[in-house]
């Protein structure tokens, strides 16, 4: 009997722990559900895009996915480009009274016997017009390849045609200028630089030739395109980005490499350091970066590290739990300290010799906790501090160096216009287009630094190309760049 109450009780026991069990079975089991609906729920908002929430598609990314989940239209088996079979366009002929300049061309000898011949009007000349945009609006010139017959045998001989004298093209360069700086410049779609033409200044030009006239600007602008790298290879300080663009749905690597007076961009098939070294030039003066290991090609002690990626960085430390979260606080600290100096100093505050003495004691703490954060063997911190610590001395460049700002804000501001192209137009869809958009955008960048009328300067640089002469130079008296 005894013994039976000893198993009644252990077996009460039992049944108490199973209880126990139990309960914490059903905690664990709620824990469970309540993390897995979060993590649907993040994942439900990083599948998030235009097609799938209220955010507006300029909000995608590169290569997002359409509405119908496809990353890409599907094939249709058509050629790009116009079918076979639809209805053709053409120009139609500005009225003689729309004319602002009318040239007559007149054959000076008889192709049958080479009598000289009298300047005869002929009522069936055969006409070329030029549309071109001047600062007084649309101006038009047209020319007129006589027909004369002669008075000796009776032989009827035309002017013939001289591309010297009548152009190939029926768009002059103020107009084809405008062209260039509406897509290129505005990032208009080809299609609504189209309709601002027509509609502001009744100069109808159809999609296909807006492509050709970018076709044409293409090589005019190389040169300018050279002289602005040439300017940003001889800087003092230069400052270097990159993001994605697009060809035909393929994502290639675009870069900016610009100084504080010049701005060129490249387009390269990938981001790796090999491809893009050749950008980069004589490797002189001091690269403002972030610490993306491709960059490893430029000494360390020339180059500063972008405070603004790191002060992000910390901000994230900070927001996590335990040591980490209070190792990324103080961070953050020194960190804004580090901005008040230099605030204080380009605002004039602050000498050089100010902002050196104030900042001494600011990169001693900044390192210090740095150095304690990967001691402190944290994941996802200590290894990044770590990385920090050897760009040691590309940290404090701008403290030394005149003109080094500690951001790399300036190619970001200057790939921001890129960014809203990709987003508009998705990117180029040729290998011409991808030469127009890099071109095209140095050229504006630059010629905005430089104070220089972009319009004019464009207009000029299409005639010097068209003409075979010299072309303008975007600085004046060849100066070199800041």
């Not at 979060?38 to 997002?64: C, F, M, V």
């Not at 249709?76 to 053709?88: A, E, H, I, L, Y």
């Not at 001047?134 to 001289?162: F, K, M, N, P, Q």
């Not at 050897?390 to 804000?409: I, K, M, Q, S, Y």
């Amino acid at each position: 009997m005894e013994r039976l109450s000893e198993l009644e009780e252990e077996n009460a026991a039992l049944r108490e722990a199973l209880k126990e069990g139990a309960a914490r079975n059903t905690e664990q089991e709620a824990e469970l559900a309540e993390f897995a609906a979060q993590l649907e729920l993040l994942r439900e908002r990083l599948g998030q895009d235009s097609s799938n929430s209220h955010k507006p598609p300029s909000s995608d990314g590169p290569g997002a996915a359409g509405r119908n989940g496809r990353s890409k239209k599907s094939k249709s088996g058509r050629n790009r480009g116009g079918q076979k079979g639809r209805r053709g366009a053409r120009r139609e002929m500005f009225e003689p009274g729309e004319v602002n300049k009318l040239v007559h061309l007149f054959p000076e000898t008889c192709c049958g016997c080479g009598h000289e011949l009298p300047e005869t009007p002929d009522i069936d000349a055969r006409r070329h017009q030029m549309v071109d945009w001047v600062s007084g609006g649309r101006h038009i010139t047209e020319w007129r390849r006589h027909e004369v017959r002669c008075d000796r045998c009776g032989a009827l001989t035309r002017a013939e045609y001289d591309p010297d004298v009548i152009p190939s093209s029926p768009f002059g360069p103020g107009l084809s200028a405008a062209v260039v700086l509406l897509t290129g410049g505005y990032r208009m779609s080809r299609r609504n630089a189209a309709k601002l033409l027509s509609e502001f200044f009744r100069i109808e030009v159809s999609l296909g030739a807006v492509s050709n006239i970018e076709a044409r600007a293409t090589p005019a602008l190389k040169p300018a395109t050279d002289e602005a790298e040439r300017q940003v290879d001889d800087a003092a300080v230069k400052y270097a980005d990159a993001t994605a663009w697009l060809l035909a749905g393929l994502t290639l690597s675009l870069w900016t490499f610009a100084s504080k007076a010049a701005t060129v961009f490249r387009i390269f098939e990938d981001g790796k350091r090999k491809t893009i070294r050749p950008l980069f030039g004589k490797l002189l003066g001091v690269l403002v970066t972030d610490r993306a290991s491709v960059f490893g090609f430029w000494a360390m002690a020339m180059r500063q590290v972008c405070w603004a990626h790191l002060a992000r960085r910390f901000v994230a430390f900070s927001q996590r739990a335990g040591p980490a979260g209070t190792l990324g606080r103080e961070l953050v600290a020194g960190t804004k300290l580090l901005f008040e100096y230099w605030h204080a100093f380009v605002d004039g505050t602050l000498s050089r010799e100010g902002l050196q003495t104030w900042m001494d004691p600011v990169q001693r703490h900044m390192e210090e906790s740095l150095q304690r954060a990967v001691d402190a063997d944290i994941p996802r911190l200590s290894g990044s501090c770590a990385d920090i610590l050897a760009h040691r001395e590309a940290l404090w460049t701008f403290v030394t160096h005149e003109g080094v700002d500690p951001t790399n804000n300036h190619a970001e501001r200057e790939l921001r216009a890129f960014v809203l192209w990709r987003k508009n137009s998705y990117g180029c869809q040729s290998e011409r287009g991808l030469r127009f958009a890099e071109r095209v955008m140095t050229v504006v960048h630059t010629a905005r630094k430089q104070g220089v009328n972009v319009l004019d300067f464009l207009t000029r640089t299409l005639t010097a190309h068209h003409d075979k002469t010299t072309p303008p130079a975007l600085f004046a008296d060849g100066a070199a760049a800041a």
